[in-house]
Nanobody, 129 residues
Framework: QVQLVESGGGSVQAGGSLRLSCAASPYTSRFGCMGWFRQAPGKEREGVAFISVGGGSIYYEDSVKGRFTISQDIPKNTLNLQMNSLKPEDTAIYYC??????????????????????WGLGTQVTVSS
């Protein structure tokens, strides 16, 4: 039984910041990868940022590189996403996800949506102009 619960979503103006958190049970150290995805109305779910749990390697999609920072706190069983310089196009439901499908030594290895077995219910992020 794996549960992921997101928090920290909300509404901000363009240029603002939000910090999302994902509480994971069991321990995140059991996962090969954890990551954040997002889905806007009428669009496909897309990857945002990923981390290999054991190795700590990180990968960002180009659209958020330089603005978002992913991190993990394994003792607290928590995955975080710091989002700065938010843009209206960042508006979406953000999902935390994890998998134990395979082990990755690089962050890019964690970027395949199809690998993810466990999903949170999502948290809404709205960025106004």
């Amino acid at each position: 039984q794996v549960q992921l619960v997101e928090s920290g979503g909300g509404s901000v103006q363009a240029g603002g910041s939000l910090r999302l958190s994902c509480a994971a049970s069991p321990y995140t150290s059991r996962f090969g990868c954890m990551g954040w995805f997002r889905q806007a109305p009428g669009k496909e779910r897309e990857g945002v940022a990923f981390i290999s749990v054991g190795g700590g390697s990180i990968y960002y999609e180009d659209s958020v590189k330089g603005r978002f920072t992913i991190s993990q706190d394994i003792p607290k069983n928590t995955l975080n996403l710091q989002m700065n310089s938010l843009k209206p196009e960042d508006t979406a439901i953000y999902y935390c996800a994890a998998h134990s499908f395979r082990y990755c030594s690089s962050g890019s290895c964690c970027a395949s949506l199809a690998d993810y077995q466990y999903w949170g219910l999502g948290t809404q992020v709205t960025v106004s102009s």
